[in-house]
Structures are given as structure tokens and as C-alpha cells.
């Protein structure tokens, strides 16, 4: 059954994206040559100082950005089109001063709005949480590509994953896919505030690199059904949330028995 779950979910992401057209060698047309090669971090969308400078401008790129840290405090990753990480960085020059866990999340929201994105087809992480949740047609996506944790370094460190594909799939904000003249040419992933504050983080550092998709930055956008409607790609409020610097709401506090 969560086969079929899976097998009908693709089916429905599949019909929404463009078919693409192929040359005779399965090679895709209008394709630049120079991205041919991307299997290691030397041919990267974002370099590791322009990712750092981009997170500390970020807050101050679009107005209040909400959560619980107004995202100042991030960790980022960047892989290229073929999914190898090439690039790291946090906001905070003292990486004890941003949660530790999230650098594994960063990069995994980086891997996952890359590998579920074409030219065509932007699709951030925040656009991919209700097709996850259980009883919807992706429920169990998130267990067939696990992270490898021999990718985490020091934001200084010399690896850290780096050329390495390090797979991790995240299904809430903060990940956002990269494109360079109409083409995809990789992806970013933040993570160190609230899913949603790290969205408007992510979608400000594609801003900043010059790096939006042909529909412009906001065209995979993340939506919140009390704002937006329900559909099949909104994302629960968090904490103090804002979007493109206005107030949506706060998520709702638990209730007990």
C-alpha cells in the first residue's frame, strides 16, 4: 500500500512539471555545455564567501523576516545541478552560535529543492510538506535518500562533503532550487531559525546571487492555507511568521486532554 501511496504521488508531481525534449542521445536540449560537469564543488552556483555574505545580508533584504532569531542565525548550503554539495557557510562567524543540527538540515534542503526542480519547475521544500504528511500520495519519500552524515564539518572545515552527493531529503521551508540564464543550475538550503523564517532566508540569499527562476523570486513561493487556501503545497505557520516582510500569523499552541 505505501508503495502504491509513493508510485501515485510521483505520478501527480511528474503531470505538473513540462515535459522536456531530448536529442537522440538522451542528453537535454538547450542545456549550457559548462554545466555538463558538475560533479564536484568546482563548478558551484555559490561560492563559500559569497553564501556567508549573503546570509549576514539577508535579514536586511525584504523587512522583518520573523521567528525566533529574525534569521541571524543560519547555517547555508549550496549543491550544484548534479546534487554534490560545493558550498557551506553560517551567518554567525562562531558556529557555536548557530544550532548545530541544522547544518545537516541546510544541506539536505539544498539536495531536495535541486532534485525535485527542472527548468521549468521550481519547487522549494516548503511546496513539498503537505505531499509528505501521511495519508498523501509522497508519505515515506523522506526514507529513500537518508543523509550521510560523513558530510558534517566545521563551516571552516576542508571537506565537510564537499564534490560528495550527500542525498537528505527535508519537506518544510528552506530550500529554495537555482537557475543562471533560465536554466536550474542547483540549489540552496538554510536552516538555524523557524521552517518559515528559514524559507524567507533562503529565498532572499537566491535574491541576493542574481540566482531567481525565470517566474521571478517568488514564483515557488511558500503559501499558508489560513492566508493562502488550503492546497496541495501549503505549509503550517510557525512562530512569529512573516512573509516577504508582513505578519501571516503565529502557529496555534498545543492543546492537551
Known sequence: MRFLFVACGVALLSAAIPALGFDDKGKDKGKDPALD?????????????????QLVAAPGHGGMVGGLFNGQRMWGAVVNRKGALCAFATSQDDDSQVWPGSQAIAKAK????????????????????????PGHSLWSLGQSNPFDTQALAPSSGASGGKGQITGGLIFFGGGVPLYKNGLIVGGVGVSGDTSCADHEIAKRVRDLAGLNPTGGPLVDDITYSSKDGASLYTHPLCFNTYRNGVSIGTEPVATGY
Open 37 to 53: 560537469d558538475q560533479s564536484d564543488s568546482n563548478n558551484c552556483p555559490i561560492s563559500d564567501s559569497q553564501l556567508q555574505t
Open 110 to 133: 539544498a539536495y531536495t529543492a535541486n532534485g525535485f526542480s527542472l527548468d521549468t519547475s521550481p519547487l522549494s521544500t516548503a511546496r513539498l510538506y503537505t505531499l509528505t504528511q
